[in-house]
């Protein structure tokens, strides 16, 4: 293999610069020519390449986003196209290999989340080399134990949680945070646990009002007159309505989630009587600068995804287990989720300093 092509696509993490500047000079430096594919797979389609060299992603470790640019919309076997004047899907994967066939690549690194991957896969059952690294802030995707990005996400939701603690305290509230996830509360029970929350409230145990009302009270009668939630957006009331909007655009499904923590906060305000605010923290929790641990694991996703291209494994995603990166079938990952287990280790911390609930 000679030439390669590298693509971010989905929602941006920080350490996707890492990982491409890892990828690129692992790379070069066995003498292959690399092509940057611009804003994921619509480049693809569109045929919207940079040529990455030494020189394009020297000084980029630090930064956040995607010097590549993304996008979440556009799948090319099922691209969205206008006309006249009406949005119309069509399976655009043939012109996409064409275009990459055209430029003399030979394989595609793709970097991403679940919807991203899967998309890697299906190009590789037609037949493309691909490799691909798991990217994302919600760490919910299965067979790694971690995913960049996600550390950063945590450390801005501490963050946000010590702040939140002196103001709650000063002005006796009750703060409800909800952070980002979509149906995994991983950032929710991590940040929660490092933010001292009184509360952690997670998708993958619905939770009873009751129960933060409970916790609330509990901490006023020992002279506690404020208290710190932690709701992941994800999250939903037992036998309560799911928070989830689901916006069809064609034959396109995009989910909205969040606006779970403003409706806490009013319940919490009217069962407690209690002044209560809601922050969302929303995308502050995937911009800037990434956390060391996320450039180490990036650099480490990077490298490995350019060796296996060099080593001629494809279909593969690069995965963290026990410390070590690994390959792992993309075919692997169809379909499953990576959430949190009755079993998981940290929540049963939670449980045992009573900020975590069983109902
Ligand atoms: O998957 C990453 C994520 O940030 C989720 O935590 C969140 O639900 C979603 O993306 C937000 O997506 P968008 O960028 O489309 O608002």
Partial sequence: IKTIA????????????????????????????????????????????????????????????????????????????????????????ARALNNL????????????????????????QLGLPVVAVPKTIDNDIPVTERTFGFDTAVGVATDALDRLHTTAESHHRVMVLEVMGRYA?????????????????IPEIPFNTGS????????????????LIVIAEGAHALGGEISIARIVEGSHEKVRLGGIGEKLAREIEELTGMESRCTVLGHVQRGGTPTAFDRVLSTRYGVAAAQSVLAGHFGIMVSLQKNRIIRVPIADIAGKANNITP???????????????GD
Avoid at 38 to 44: D, I, R
Avoid at 102 to 113: D, M, P, R, Y
Avoid at 189 to 199: I, K, R, V
């Fill in 6 to 93: 590298i693509l971010t696509g989905g929602g941006d993490a920080p350490g996707l610069n890492a990982v491409i500047r890892a990828a690129v000079r692992t790379a070069l430096g066995r003498g292959l020519t690399v092509w940057g594919i611009k804003n994921g797979f619509g480049g693809m389609v569109e045929n919207k390449m940079m040529q990455l060299t030494d020189e394009s992603v020297a000084g980029i470790l630090p930064r956040g986003g995607t010097i590549l640019g993304t996008t979440n919309r556009d799948n090319p076997f099922n691209y969205p196209q206008t006309q006249a004047g009406a949005v119309i899907y069509t399976d655009m994967s």
């Fill in 101 to 124: 066939r055209q430029a003399g690549i030979e394989a595609l690194i793709v970097i991403g989340g679940d919807g991203t991957i899967k998309i890697a896969g299906e190009f590789h």
């Fill in 185 to 201: 509360g991983w950032i929710a029970l991590h940040a929660g646990m490092a933010g001292g929350a009184d509360c952690i409230l």
């Fill in 212 to 227: 933060v009302i409970a916790k609330i009270k509990e901490r006023q009668q020992r002279g506690r007159q404020f208290s």
């Fill in 343 to 357: 079993e998981d280790e940290l929540l049963l911390a939670g449980r045992a300093i009573g900020v975590c609930f």
